[in-house]
């Protein structure tokens, strides 16, 4: 009887031990990142800190910085997820109105009296570059225009970030990614821009938890064309998440359109 109750727990340990050796290793949070991670369980704990949001709307201050100037904004956001983002630019009065669609950018100013209502070329045609709603959607959001989970990608060892760059051949843009070993949050992304001598830096320092969501609440945003930098801030306050949103939107009359 011993025996055979010897064979069953020797047979159930050893179920446990090819079970348990055939899982994942989990990649728990850590002050120095692992050499040599797990990209795969990696690339699963930074999708688990993507905030799944419907409606957030926020008050932005807006620093700009070309290095001889520096230029201040507020400006009030609002996105509804997968649907539409809304921005609207004040200097003591409203200057500015900004509303991006998956197939749409639509914007007028009141200073040149301008407009323009079209495809994305508004904001990819300055730099020759693709971004497209999900993009822009992803930059509010902390969340990096490529997925680590998707395709192949490569640690480089760091003794502060892990940092993921693709591998393989891909179109477009190819970020440098930076993550927080301990939260797992975006920390950076860096790319040259194709065609262009232009490198883009974007920076999250600092994020805000709401309802249980990690939302970036410190933006910092870089363009270097080689000799000069351009830098645009987003401070996000009085964020918070709310079914209760509009987003009007009327281009006035007697506006002259933006051609590209």
Not at 17 to 44: H, I, Q, R, Y
Not at 158 to 164: K, R, T
Not at 229 to 256: A, K, M, N, V
């Amino acid at each position: 009887m011993m025996k055979t109750y010897f064979k069953i727990i020797l047979l159930f340990l050893t179920t446990v031990t090819l079970l348990t050796g055939c899982k994942t290793v989990a990649v728990l949070p850590t002050k120095t990142p692992v050499k040599n991670v797990n990209l795969e369980s990696l690339a699963s704990k930074i999708r688990s800190t993507y905030p799944k949001v419907n409606k957030v709307r926020s008050r932005i201050k807006a620093t700009y910085d070309n290095g001889k100037r520096e230029q201040q904004v507020i400006v009030q956001y609002r996105m509804e997820s997968k649907k539409q983002l809304w921005l609207s630019a004040t200097m003591l009065i409203p200057i500015a109105k900004l509303l991006i669609t998956p197939n749409e950018v639509s914007f007028y100013e009141k200073f040149q009296k301008t407009y323009f209502q079209g495809n994305f070329d508004l904001i990819n045609a300055p730099f020759n570059t693709s971004f497209g709603y999900t993009d822009i959607e992803n930059l509010f959001l902390g969340k990096p225009f490529l997925d680590p989970s998707e395709g192949r990608w490569k640690q480089i060892s760091n003794p502060q970030y892990y940092i993921l760059i693709p591998q393989g051949k891909r179109t477009g843009l190819k970020p440098t990614l930076f993550f927080d070993p301990v939260t797992f949050l975006l920390k950076e992304q860096r790319f040259m821009i194709p065609g262009s001598g232009y490198n883009l830096t974007i920076k999250y320092l600092g994020h805000l938890r709401i309802e249980g969501k990690s939302l970036p609440n410190l933006i910092e945003i870089t363009l270097f064309d080689g000799t000069q930098s351009q830098r645009l801030e987003l401070e996000f306050t009085r964020t918070d998440l709310t079914d209760q949103l509009s987003f009007p939107f009327e281009i006035p009359q007697g506006y002259s359109k933006i051609e590209f």
